[in-house]
Structure formats: structure tokens, C-alpha cells
């Protein structure tokens, strides 16, 4: 299991499917060398990124600070594609979700959640999802693949194509997928939106949010990027923890928690721990005690969501009565907490509805949904 769920990249697409190499995801540097491959400088390859990134021309031929020459060889070896939008739907709430077709026909979702002050794009790092959390739309769908790079950076430039610079003010991993089992993608693309010549989103802005791989935590921490780390919790003792989420069996609570500990003295950023309310589950006020506990010893907060219930996986909802009272009593010990209500429910807006949907057939009238959204 162990090696198992350590392994990333592994699955990458292939990309024969096209004659050759997508520019599309590439970092600086790797279009430093396609510039050096070409017979030309390096700051071409900058050029190129800044095409693609900033001003999202993704048309070798509409390059035009490049020579006719340079154009024509780079036509020969790459060409540059961004995503296609397969399905979009707009919530009441102003919520929007866009369903992507990748080249081998894997899908993944995007969603926009504009509230009053900020807008965040939910993305996602995988097709589908190893972890199998029991209360988990995605987590039914098993691992197609790792998305590459430019898949995960190309969600960002579609909303930026639909809406303009200012789609998004925040990105949150929190889409499908565990985004620490494809670090090294998952770094590739945060550099690319990070970079002040890429999408120059401030790594303040960012949040990558994870259901708990230990040893990534700590890669993270140690790679200077410095975006924010949340923590899908959803229970707070390594027993119930193991009842929901067999990831909890390779890397316990007691070490996450050390970790993500060390990554908000390291990084100096407040941690976020995700907690989804599942009713006579992890609602009592035994679990308010263990978590109120667990929270003291880090620099944190408690987002608490209700459980949108999944046919036949056998977790309820609970009362808002309920998520109120648990939110007054986890406060009342010191610990601070949000509320965050669902969002954008009409348009099956939770990670994994709408794949799961197109997946199942059209016939699916009751979507599992997924505990982050
Ligand atoms: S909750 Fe997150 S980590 Fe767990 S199965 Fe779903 S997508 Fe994967």
C-alpha cells in the first residue's frame, strides 16, 4: 500500500496521440532548452512562456516577437494546446463548473466560487483518486492518471479565457485528486501560476489542499514555495480517522500532525483542517474534545462543512442546528472555526458529481458527492 501510494508521475499520459511535444505545461527553463533545441537563445524560450502563460496565445504562429524562422522550426517538433471544455454549468449562486475532455478521454472538473470579496478556482491534480475515502464521489472513480502540468495550469488559463485576468482571485487544490501524489507536476504547475511572467498569482493565494502523505508534507514545506497547506481531517483520533479514510493506515495522525505542524512554523502560514460533519459520526461531543486538542497545538483553523449524503455509502447530513451547535461548542475551547456552507448544489458542483455522472451514464439521478467542496 505503502509503495503504492507513493508512487507519482507514474501514469502520465501518453503523447503519441499527437505529432510532437505539447509546449503547454513546460516550465522557463524546459522552453529555454526547446529555444536552445531550435538554435536559438534562451530568452526565446522566455518569449514563448510569456506567449503562453501571461498573454495566452497558445498559437505558434500568432508568436509574433519570434522570427518566421524560429516559428517554422518549432512547428516541425511542438505545437501548444490548451484544454477543451466538454460541459459548463452555472449555479444559481453564481457557482460554475466546466467539465474538461483531456486528450485520452479523462475527465476532470473545474469549479469558480465567487463569493463577495474573492473569487476561488477549485482544481484538479488528478483524473480520479487512489485515496478511496469512504464518503467520496472521486474516491469511487479509482486513479485513471496524474494530470501533467499543463492540464493543472491549463484550468486556470480556461477560466482566465472565459472571464478575463481577474477570473480568480484564489486557487485552491482541492478538486479531484490527492495533489501530493503528483508533487512533481504539482510543483511544475504552481511555479507556472506563480511566476511573475506566468499567471503571477501570489503564492499567498494558493492552497493545496491534501488528505494526508506525510513525507510530501515536508517536500513542500522544503521546496520554498510557501503556498498554504490545508488538511482534509474529517475526524480527529487515528481510530474513526481509519473508519473514513484508509490513507490514515499509512501515515497516522499523530506523525500528520507533526508535520503539518513543522509546515506552519516553516512556512509561516496558518494550516486550514477541512472537517466535513457527518452525522452521528464525528459530530458528538467526544469529537468536539479530541479536536478542540488537536487543533490547540497548531497554528490553525477548523473549516467545518455539512456532509452532502451519498446513496448508498451510508453517511447523513446533519442539521445546520447541528453543525451550528458543533461550531458555538469548538469555539467555546479556544479553537477557530468556519462555516462554509455548500455551494452551487443545483449544478453538481462538488468534486467528482458531473465525472462521476458522465462516467455512470446520464441515467445516474443521485450523484455521490465529494467532502471538499
Ligand atoms: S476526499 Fe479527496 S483524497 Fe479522499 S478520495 Fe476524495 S478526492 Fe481522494
Given at each position: ?35 536552445g ?81 474573492s ?33 493543472i ?5 480556461s ?21 501530493l ?12 501560476l ?14 493545496v ?13 522544503e ?5 498554504n ?9 487515528q ?16 506523525k500528520?500532525i ?18 466535513v ?42 442539521a ?52 471538499r467542496?
Amino acid at each position: 500500500m505503502e509503495k503504492e501510494i507513493l508512487t507519482d508521475g507514474a501514469q502520465n499520459p501518453k503523447t503519441d496521440a499527437c505529432p510532437g511535444q505539447n509546449l503547454y505545461g513546460m516550465s522557463q527553463v524546459e522552453l529555454e532548452n526547446v529555444a536552445g533545441e531550435c538554435q536559438a537563445e534562451p530568452f526565446h524560450g522566455r518569449q514563448i512562456f510569456q506567449w503562453m502563460y501571461s498573454r495566452r496565445v497558445y498559437d505558434i504562429s500568432q508568436m509574433t516577437d519570434l522570427s518566421l524562422e524560429l516559428r517554422d522550426r518549432l512547428r516541425q517538433n511542438y505545437f501548444s494546446r490548451s484544454l477543451t471544455v466538454s460541459e459548463k454549468k452555472i449555479s444559481s449562486d453564481r457557482t460554475e463548473k466546466l467539465l474538461f475532455s483531456l486528450d485520452d478521454g479523462a475527465q476532470i472538473e473545474t469549479v469558480l466560487i465567487p463569493d463577495r470579496n474573492s473569487t476561488t478556482l477549485c482544481v484538479s491534480s488528478q483524473a480520479g483518486c487512489p485515496l478511496a475515502c469512504k464518503f467520496c464521489a472521486t474516491g469511487t472513480m479509482d486513479l485513471k492518471r496524474n494530470l501533467t502540468a499543463g492540464e493543472i495550469v491549463g484550468q486556470a488559463l480556461s477560466l482566465r479565457d472565459l472571464h478575463g485576468d481577474n477570473a480568480f482571485s484564489n486557487i485552491v487544490f482541492m478538486g479531484m485528486g490527492e495533489p501530493l501524489l503528483n508533487y512533481q507536476n504539482l510543483i511544475g504547475a504552481i511555479e507556472i501560476l506563480t511566476s511573475p511572467t506566468g499567471l503571477n498569482v501570489s503564492p499567498r493565494r494558493i492552497t493545496v489542499s491534501t488528505a494526508g502523505i506525510t513525507p510530501k508534507i515536508k517536500r513542500l514545506s522544503e521546496s520554498g514555495l510557501r503556498v498554504n497547506l490545508a488538511l482534509s481531517l474529517h475526524a480527529a483520533s487515528q481510530q474513526k480517522r481509519l473508519e473514513i479514510m484508509p490513507v490514515a493506515k499509512t501515515f497516522p495522525l499523530e506523525k500528520l500532525i507533526s508535520e503539518v505542524k513543522n509546515y506552519a512554523l516553516a512556512v509561516k502560514r496558518r494550516i486550514t483542517f477541512e472537517y466535513v460533519l457527518l452525522d452521528g459520526f464525528n459530530d458528538t461531543p467526544g469529537d468536539i474534545r479530541d479536536l478542540a486538542k488537536l487543533a490547540a497545538g497548531v497554528d490553525c483553523k477548523v473549516n467545518l462543512l455539512s456532509y452532502n449524503p451519498v446513496p448508498g455509502l451510508g453517511f447523513r447530513r446533519p442539521a445546520d442546528e447541528k453543525v451550528d451547535w458543533f461550531a458555538r461548542e469548538l469555539s467555546a475551547r479556544g479553537t477557530l472555526v468556519t462555516v462554509r456552507r455548500s455551494r452551487g448544489r443545483d449544478i453538481e458542483a462538488a468534486c467528482g458529481q458531473l465525472a462521476a455522472r458522465r462516467r455512470n451514464g446520464s441515467q445516474l439521478k443521485s450523484i455521490p458527492t465529494e467532502s471538499r467542496l
